[in-house]
């Protein structure tokens, strides 16, 4: 059962609205709508994302499943085994054997097809 200290909690935590990434050395905290996609490196992820107009890569010493669960309730979504997407992002899916979603930058995601079905349903198609 939730108390209202734990309420209080999950609103500060929606009003921070950053995503804290672990690192060697502690966590670094990105503004969640900087972010782009994550991207499985084996025990680490990349995360991807743009500061000052830049686009920049940072590498987490956690695996994906730990942003997964993380970002489960956010407008991000397990794409492929390897990706993670921010929807706010995307722009366009391309058919195909594997499906594929371009991002507002340029660059394009592959979809599993497993996990294509939960794409369509979060944009209601």
Known sequence: METSEDNVLIQKKEL??????PTMEGYIF???????Y??????????IYVID????KMTASKKIG???EALKDSPFLRIHDSYIANLTKAIKYFKGKDGSIQLVNGEYLPVS?????KL???FGI
């Open 16 to 21: 921070i609205n950053q995503l804290a990434i």
């Open 120 to 122: 369509f349903s979060v």
């Open 30 to 36: 990105i503004p969640m709508n900087a972010v782009y």
């Open 113 to 117: 097809r497993t996990r294509k079905d």
């Open 53 to 56: 107009g830049s686009m920049k």
């Open 38 to 47: 994550l991207k499985a490196a084996g025990n680490y992820t990349y995360i």
């Open 66 to 68: 730990y942003f997964e």
